[in-house]
């Protein structure tokens, strides 16, 4: 999903060139998005519902210092308000897992999403037989609600249809981190399946294989951390784009950022993540055509 340049096949998720050339956006969309940032309205509104919400609630995001600036503060701390204690309390009473638990979030939207998380999961095994408790989750289909629960049905459709699955990209890409922007609104409304899925998996580490988890686990993971009895769970994103990098697949608050490519490289650089952030490895591949290394270092490196 957000993939650039190649249009995927529904039928095995795999890539292939597109027959149809799109243009570039329209330029009225180009000009809204240089204007987006400095709308005296969207900027004013913003500061009032900061002013209304006490500071123990706000989100450290809203000082500038992470790469998404929440817009909707008000909404964050009212569900904050409701949601808070009883998730914290329900987070305080799980127990430690016998094994490390890996989270492995995806969606069967394209891209390799699904591929790349089973890869994953066979090499970990490889590297460390029997000691990992490994979990690949679809997490909107088994965890949210309709319409997201259909997103991949939905996301067949759309392919099939180029112009329009263009039109959806570089809308989102162009708003991104914007006051028109998807990303906060969706991470608002997953919010509660989010904290449900990690708390049923009870992880120790969650991978992420989608664009559309990075912000909600990030919240989960953030939040979780400032609990009396929370933890820091380690959040990974392992990129499976290679020639372009949506705004979608970057957040600062990961710990790392798995990216295929030189290009994608430079796209983590330009939204936010430091160098030592990322590390540049390729695609996951399937087992057959890897060698993994066994050996009781690298399992203690593990």
């Given at each position: 999903?957000?993939?650039?340049g190649s249009r995927p096949n529904s039928a095995d998720g795999k890539s292939e060139p597109s027959a149809l050339s799109l243009p570039a956006a329209p330029q009225f969309l180009q000009d809204l998005h240089n204007r987006l940032p400095t709308v005296p309205l969207a900027g004013a509104l913003a500061n009032s519902f900061k002013d209304l919400v006490p500071a123990g609630m706000r989100d450290p995001g809203e000082d500038g210092d992470a790469q998404h600036q929440d817009r909707l503060t008000l909404a964050w701390a009212i569900s904050d308000g409701i949601n808070n204690k009883r998730w914290e309390e329900r987070w305080s009473a799980l127990q430690r897992p016998d094994k490390p638990r890996v989270l492995i979030l995806m969606s069967e939207t394209g891209g390799g999403h699904k591929a790349s998380a089973q890869s994953i999961g066979e090499a970990l095994e490889a590297i460390a037989p029997g000691q990992l408790q490994v979990s690949i989750v679809d997490v909107f289909v088994d965890h949210t609600g309709f319409p997201f629960n259909r997103f991949p049905k939905?996301?067949?459709w759309f392919s099939s249809k180029p112009t329009v699955w263009d039109a959806v990209y570089k809308t989102s890409k162009l708003t991104s981190d914007s006051i028109l922007g998807w990303e906060e609104p969706l991470a608002l409304a997953w919010d509660s399946d989010f904290q449900k899925c990690i708390e049923q998996e009870n992880p120790d580490i969650i991978?992420?294989?989608h664009p559309l988890c990075q912000d909600p686990v990030a919240r989960v993971v953030r939040r979780g951390g400032k609990w009396k009895a929370g933890r820091k769970v380690p959040f990974v994103t392992c990129i499976t784009?290679?020639?372009e990098g949506?705004?979608?697949?970057?957040?600062?608050?990961v710990d790392k950022c798995f990216v295929p490519g030189k290009a994608v490289w430079?796209?983590?650089?330009?939204?936010?993540?430091?160098e030592d952030q990322m590390a540049m490895k390729g695609l996951p591949i399937r087992k057959g055509f890897w060698e993994v290394d066994g050996s009781k270092e690298n399992q203690g490196r593990l």
């Open positions: 999903m957000f993939g650039s939905m996301y067949q991978v992420s294989v784009d290679l020639g949506h705004p979608f697949w970057f957040h600062v608050d430079d796209d983590g650089l330009r939204l936010g993540l430091r």
